[in-house]
């Protein structure tokens, strides 16, 4: 039963699986090279210097998880909340600017979702939680002549410590009593961000990210005191230790050409660090209640994961108006697994991933006296095909426990850019 209870999620940043405003969205995350202004804030911090006008963007999204372990709904969570970005630029004289921005992500549903599912029983373990958490990425950037810029800032999560969680229960005089003591701390983690863009053509931009590995850490230590007289008295201490919304210390370049004044082609590739992904969790259970065993303990083999290497395409046209623009979006990316074989005690679900992307946006440009800036209204539509998948057990240990997986992610999102 203990082996059953033990488990981790593993998980990615929301904004990394869906995209940081419906700009980014449409071209399926191709944003290294040519994103600028408050949607930079995420995708290459060194862009929130590039912008001419303070921006702020807002959006929102909704994401359809029609997932299926064998034949049936996998009941994992619809996704759906809010982004938030800001950019705010500084001229400092006519070769440098610095910048300012922070993106945000709220989910409708909570800041953040603990879950630990049993690791023999199937389940979706990077889909299952991992957009179900608030993401705070503050960050700073300096450009020089609008043809180099240099930007750094943090991804922000808290871990869940226990100090003291105490239970008193039991029978006293008949009569059933039970108190109770809750000490818990969330202290702060960071992971670095840290990015470069760079223009060396009026057609063509690149750029180079590094996000650091983060996670959410459980350390909980439960202590319940049973005071039943005549029957069992003692303690009993439950220690768990974990790891939630872990995301992996990653890499990505991203090139961007203009093929046309108003065609942009551009192309992103990751290399996702998935080894590192700890192993699943640790839970012990001592009981001092005169009862056998008093000691009782999990054992769950190594994750074993594997690196992965992302590739991002995207295509961008803009048809320039009197007063409107008008935007036509679309990419596709491939997104490997980094799930070994389930053949021995753990069932994590998980296969390739196809993603293709549409969206178009429109830009109110020159809409003077009624608009003072420009504004953007941008739509994106994804579809996600986690690729089917037959696991099959090392029959003479696990019989019985092959599983089959896979299915589709369907997420449409809003976003609007407003410019001061």
């Given at each position: ?60 999204g ?14 994992v ?62 960050v ?9 810029a ?39 983690r960071?992971?670095p ?7 060396p ?6 750029g180079?990210?590094?996000r ?10 439960i ?8 029957v ?25 050409i203009?093929?046309l004044?108003?065609l ?44 992965t ?24 990316a ?11 005690l ?10 293709l992307t ?9 809409w ?5 800036r ?13 690729a089917?998948?037959?696991t ?16 589709n ?12």
């Amino acid at each position: 039963m203990l082996l059953a209870l033990t488990a981790t999620t593993a998980a990615a940043d929301p904004l990394d699986e869906f995209g940081f405003g419906s700009g980014a969205a449409g071209v399926a995350g191709a944003r290294t090279a040519t994103a600028r202004g408050a949607e930079a804030a995420h995708h290459n911090p060194a862009g929130v210097a590039l912008g001419v006008h303070p921006e702020l963007l807002l959006g929102w999204g909704y994401g359809a998880m029609q997932l299926e372990i064998n034949g049936r709904d996998a009941r994992v969570l619809d996704v759906r909340g809010t982004s938030i970005g800001l950019a705010v630029p500084f001229t400092l004289d006519d070769d440098w600017t610095l910048g300012t921005g922070i993106a945000l992500y709220l989910p409708d549903q909570f800041l953040a979702r603990l879950q630990l599912i049993p690791s023999n029983e199937p389940h979706f373990v990077l889909l299952d939680n991992d957009p179900h958490r608030a993401v705070v990425e503050p960050v700073a950037a300096v450009a020089y002549r609008g043809k180099v810029a240099l930007g750094a800032g943090a991804s922000v999560l808290a871990n869940a410590r226990s100090n003291k969680i105490l239970f008193d229960v039991g029978i006293v005089g008949g009569e059933k009593v039970g108190a109770a003591e809750l000490d818990v701390e969330l202290p702060v983690r960071l992971a670095p961000l840290v990015g470069l863009w760079a223009q060396p053509h009026p057609r063509v931009r690149a750029g180079l990210t590094y996000r650091g590995k983060l996670a959410l850490d459980l350390a909980l230590d439960i202590l319940a005191n049973v005071q039943i007289a005549g029957v069992v008295t003692g303690d009993v201490l439950v220690s768990l230790r974990a790891s939630n919304y872990f995301t992996p210390a990653r890499v990505s370049g991203g090139v961007a050409i203009d093929v046309l004044p108003d065609l942009t082609l551009a192309a992103d590739v990751t290399v996702n660090r998935w080894s590192t992904y700890p192993a699943a969790a640790d839970l012990a259970v001592l009981i001092a209640l005169d009862i056998a065993p008093p000691l009782v303990s999990s054992t769950v083999p190594p994750s074993a994961f594997t690196d992965t290497v992302d590739g991002e395409l995207g295509i961008e046209y803009r048809n320039r108006g009197r007063r409107t623009d008008v935007t036509v979006r679309a990419g596709g990316a491939w997104r490997p697994s980094p799930v070994p074989p389930q053949v021995g005690l753990t069932s994590w679900a998980d296969g390739d991933r196809l993603v293709l992307t549409a969206g178009g946006g429109l830009t109110l440009a020159d809409w003077a006296p009624i608009l003072t800036r420009p504004i953007d209204f941008d739509l994106a539509l994804q579809w996600h095909h986690v690729a089917h998948q037959l696991t099959q057990k090392q029959i003479d240990t696990f019989p019985g426990e092959a599983f089959s997986s896979g299915g589709n992610i369907f997420h449409a999102g809003l976003s609007a850019t407003v410019r001061f």
